[in-house]
C-alpha cells in the first residue's frame, strides 16, 4: 500500500514570496491533515479536512495560509506572503475516518527554508 | 486548551530499559497516542490508549492514568535503532477529533 505522497521535499524562499505543497493521501482515507513542525517541536495542527470539506482550521493563520481539497483526494497547503517564522517542516497526514482513535499516517513532509 | 509536558531529552544505555513520561491537561479528552520520529523523518504510530493500564507491544509498552492525566512509553532492551524522538500526543474533541501534540523528547541511546 502507498504511503502519505508530499512535493516538494525541499523549497527555499525569501519572504514575502509565496509557495504552495501539495499531499496525496493514502487511497480510500477520508481525512487529511496539514502541521506546521518548527525546529524541536511537536507536530501542530494547522487545517483538517473530513473528504473535502474543513472540520477545524483554528490554527491556521488565515490572512496568510490557504489550504484545499478539491474532489476530496489531494490537498495544496499555499503560503502567501511567507515570513521568516513560516521555516518549519510541513507534514501532511491522512487517517481512513477521522475517528478518536484513529492512527494518523504522515508523508516525508517538505522542510521550508524563508530567507 | 491543551497542555502537554514531556522531558526534552533523555540518554540510556542500550539494552536497558527507559521510561518516558508524559503529563497532560485537556477537555474533551479521547485517547492518547505514543509516536516515534527518527531525525529528518515523518512520525510513525506507535501505541494509542484510551482505557486506563498497560498496553504492552513488544518491547514498547505504553500506560494511561486518565484521573492523574498521566501516560508513559516504556521501552525494553534498548537498540541503538531507538534513538528518535517520542511524541506523546492527546485526541480531544467531539464529533471531529484532533491530535494535539507534546514537543517530543529525544532519547539517545548510547552503547
Known amino acids: 500500500e502507498a504511503g502519505v505522497a508530499q512535493s516538494p521535499r525541499y523549497k527555499i524562499i525569501e519572504k514575502r514570496q509565496s509557495v504552495a505543497f501539495w499531499c496525496n493521501p493514502i487511497?480510500?482515507?477520508?481525512?487529511l491533515y496539514w502541521y506546521q513542525q518548527i525546529l524541536g517541536q511537536g507536530p501542530k495542527l494547522l487545517i483538517q479536512?473530513?473528504?473535502?470539506?474543513?472540520?477545524?482550521d483554528s490554527q491556521l493563520p488565515k490572512d496568510r495560509f490557504s489550504a484545499e481539497r478539491l474532489k476530496g483526494v489531494d490537498s495544496t497547503l499555499k503560503i502567501q506572503p511567507a515570513k521568516l517564522e513560516d521555516s518549519a517542516v510541513y507534514l501532511c497526514?491522512?487517517?481512513?475516518?477521522?475517528?478518536?482513535?484513529?492512527?494518523?499516517?504522515f508523508g516525508p513532509g517538505t522542510r521550508l527554508t524563508v530567507l | 486548551g491543551q497542555n502537554i509536558d514531556q522531558p526534552t531529552e533523555m540518554t540510556a544505555t542500550e539494552g536497558a530499559i527507559v521510561q518516558i513520561n508524559c503529563t497532560y491537561q485537556?477537555?474533551?479528552?479521547?485517547?492518547l497516542f505514543w509516536y516515534q520520529q527518527h531525525a529528518g523523518e515523518a512520525p510513525t504510530f506507535l501505541s494509542y490508549?484510551?482505557?486506563?493500564g498497560l498496553e504492552e507491544k513488544g518491547r514498547f509498552s505504553s500506560f494511561l492514568s486518565r484521573s492523574k492525566g498521566y501516560s508513559y512509553l516504556l521501552l525494553k532492551e534498548l537498540q541503538m535503532k531507538d534513538s528518535a524522538s517520542y511524541l506523546c500526543?492527546?485526541?480531544?474533541?467531539?464529533?471531529?477529533?484532533?491530535?494535539?501534540f507534546g514537543k517530543g523528547t529525544k532519547l539517545s541511546v548510547i552503547p
Open positions: 497526514a491522512s487517517s481512513e475516518a477521522g475517528g478518536p482513535g484513529d492512527e494518523q499516517f
Open positions: 490508549n484510551v482505557l486506563d
Open positions: 485537556t477537555s474533551g479528552f479521547n485517547g
Open positions: 479536512f473530513q473528504n473535502n470539506g474543513v472540520v477545524d
Open positions: 487511497s480510500g482515507h477520508a481525512t
Open positions: 500526543a492527546v485526541s480531544s474533541g467531539a464529533g471531529s477529533y484532533q491530535l494535539t
